[in-house]
Each structure stands twice: as structure tokens, then as C-alpha cells.
């Protein structure tokens, strides 16, 4: 019962999945940089950049789990001066080192 079906689970080859975000960040361009450094530490791919005025919007795909206070993030970096829009895009494959963590961070959970 419940052996042959974990069995049969784990040869299956489970893959986690993630929600992504599209994002569109309106920056003043003399802060695109800090913008993109933070962007880049999100798991963002960043899909293009246009001007817009005095301003640089910034479209990305992020996972929805890096972007959990963001909108904080994005407040101290650019002194408010930036803005920021998200929607559901599409689910994605968690990457292998990501999925590493989750489990092993549930296994002590499990263990505790």
C-alpha cells in the first residue's frame, strides 16, 4: 500500500514546482544598477528594459517566493523612489540546488 506508492513516487522523478511572477519595476535610472544587483539575487531573469520619461522600467520573471518583502527592499534601496507591479505568470521547475534546501529544511522539521 502506502511503501509501494512512496516506491513508485520516487521512481517517478517528482519535480517541485514554483509560481512565477512577471515583474515590472519603474526605477530612476541612476538606481538601475542596485535595482538589477537585487534582481539578480531574487532568481530573477530579466526580460528587458525601456525607457519611460526619467524613468527605466525593468521587466523580469521572478519566483513568487523571492518576493517576499520586496516591496520593502525596493523602498530602502531607492529612497521611494521606485514602484513596482507583479502578476501570476506560470509555474517553473524549482531549481535542483533550491529543492535541496526545501527538503532538507522539511526533514528537520519532520526530525524535530
Known sequence: GAHA??????NASPQLMEPIQDLEVQVPENLMGDVMTDLQTRRSIILGMEAVGIYQR???KTP????????????????GRASFASNFAEFAAVPQNVQKSIINANKSLEEA
Open 5 to 10: 506508492f512512496k516506491e513508485a513516487f520516487l
Open 58 to 60: 525593468i521587466k523580469a
Open 64 to 79: 513568487q517566493a523571492e518576493l517576499y518583502q520586496y516591496s520593502t527592499k525596493l523602498r530602502s534601496i531607492t529612497q
